[in-house]
């Protein structure tokens, strides 16, 4: 199975002509890697600009709202992004969670609305550092999961993917350790089968392969041929990282090998 990686540009860059350069300069880097699926999730204001020339990198947004059309002033719908060429959209990212006050009522909606309209959600879920200090992680996406699939049915998990992005870990420098992550992959695995899982949350070029391949124990269980290692996450969310070309290059070619 292919490795995921997805770029969260967030808010960035401040023009057009940044968003193509940025753009060519990875499309460029990545031609020629195999075994990884590159996604760009740039601005709204961005997509149009880089919608023709994606072929090898995919094209997803970075939030949508829960209606197909009508009066929702400034919210853009997901048929709107699967028309300029997204395939994928990230939904419940904690600086939305955090800043625009964002639920998982509101995210299950976003949800379902996304997979009406034949996107690929990224559902973005994490414990605060409060939380884990108190020994609530599990809980917290446990909660968050059930809350943000709540009613859901089992057949459409397949259409989603899950990343686990501690909020402490994002745009700090301090990347969750690589066997506490692995925890939580193992835990999430309990419940979400098939769901590919990925990782985000201060990605950079030395630490990416270790969230991607399973050195570490606990391999428990026995694998099949072209099985996924239990303790490996399916790819990764990157944001800072991914608006530096040439480590998100850096980070692609190792999660290839
Ligand atoms: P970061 O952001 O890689 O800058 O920590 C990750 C994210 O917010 O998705």
Known sequence: MKKLIVANWKMNPQSIAETKRIFSVVKKGIKNIKNVEVVICPPFTALSSIQYQVSSIKLG????????????????????????????????????????????????????????????????????LEERKKGKTFKVLNEQLKRALNHLPTHLLNHLIIAYEPV???????????????????????????TPVLYGGSVNSKNAVSYVKDYNPPTTLPLAKGERAPAAFDGLLIGGASLKRKEFIKIAKAIST
């Not at 395939?87 to 379902?112: A, C, F, P, Q, W």
């Not at 870990?169 to 695995?189: H, N, P, S």
């Open 61 to 128: 947004a970075q939030d949508c709202f829960w209606e197909e059309k009508g009066a929702f002033t400034g919210e853009i719908s997901p048929l709107m992004l699967k028309n300029l060429g997204c395939e994928y959209v990230i939904v419940g990212h904690s600086e939305r969670r955090k800043y625009l006050k964002e639920t998982d009522e509101m995210i299950n909606k976003k949800i379902k609305a996304a997979i009406i309209a034949k996107l690929k959600p990224i559902l973005c879920i994490g414990e605060t």
């Open 168 to 194: 402490w870990a994002i745009g700090t420098g301090q990347a969750c350790d690589t066997l506490e992550a692995k925890k939580v992959i193992l835990f999430l695995r309990k419940s979400l089968k098939k």
